[in-house]
Antibody
Framework: QVQLVQSGAEVKKPGASVKVSCKASGYTYTSYGISWVRQAPGQGLEWMGW????????KYAQKFQGRVTMTTDTSTNTAYMELRSLTSDDTAIYYC??????????????WGQGTLVTVSS | QSVLTQTPSASGTPGQRVTISCSGSSSNSGRNYVYWYQQFPGMAPKLLIY???QRPSGVPDRFSGSKSGTSASLAISGLRVEDEADYYC???????????FGGGTKLTVL
């Protein structure tokens, strides 16, 4: 079965960077892209961007352009999301989520368990 | 401010039918499929409805989705206490070239 297992909670100081990992199993890793979605405390879901696990192509939400980098390692079936210049507004649960569906009509179908990132001085 | 608009809360009693709405624009729900996710407190979201009205295997047929124009709805019939959760709609936005979500609807089963 599809599993996305994320790295553990992080506490960072303002201005620092955080890198969250998402290890996939139960399917052919390179067949589907992975999105990163975050959820601030008590708030809704916010899409941050997407990476192709096949060739590493990325698409970032404009809000995060220049501050986020998504990468993938096909040798370990792991996707990474690095967010820089953290502020308290970045305190949130960060989810990785895998595409599903047919080519050209993919959608977010599977979610990791989430990684809490707390930004505090 | 979410791109897709949902009413923040909804409620019903066991056995009732409730509807949760999601309103967007021509660049997202108006021309693309709408998806619904269910999220329990402290848990990751789970896909509930895909491509406007399709249920993944394992999702009870008490849950149904529909779309008309730029608006979509999630209906839950035969409401159960265990349906109490947050519900989010989502769609691809062609103008933003990304996924957009509604602000979520908290469903309370009284």
């Amino acid at each position: 079965q599809v599993q996305l297992v994320q790295s553990g909670a992080e506490v960072k100081k303002p201005g620092a960077s955080v890198k969250v990992s998402c290890k996939a199993s139960g399917y052919t890793y390179t067949s589907y892209g992975i999105s990163w979605v975050r959820q601030a405390p008590g708030q809704g879901l916010e899409w941050m961007g997407w990476i192709s696990a096949y060739n590493g192509d990325t698409k970032y939400a404009q809000k995060f352009q220049g501050r986020v980098t998504m990468t993938t390692d096909t040798s370990t079936n792991t996707a990474y999301m690095e967010l820089r210049s953290l502020t308290s507004d970045d305190t949130a649960i960060y989810y990785c989520a895998r595409d599903t569906g047919d080519p050209g009509t993919y959608y977010i179908g599977y979610w990791g368990q989430g990684t809490l990132v707390t930004v505090s001085s | 401010q979410s791109v897709l608009t949902q009413t923040p809360s909804a409620s019903g009693t066991p056995g009732q039918r409730v509807t949760i709405s999601c309103s967007g624009s021509s660049s997202n729900s108006g021309r693309n499929y709408v998806y619904w996710y269910q999220q329990f407190p402290g848990m990751a979201p789970k896909l509930l409805i895909y491509r406007n009205n399709q249920r993944p295997s394992g999702v009870p047929d008490r849950f149904s989705g529909s779309k008309s124009g730029t608006s979509a709805s999630l209906a839950i019939s035969g409401l159960r206490v265990e349906d109490e959760a947050d519900y989010y709609c989502a769609a691809w936005d062609d103008s933003l070239s990304g996924w957009v979500f509604g602000g979520g609807t908290k469903l309370t089963v009284l």
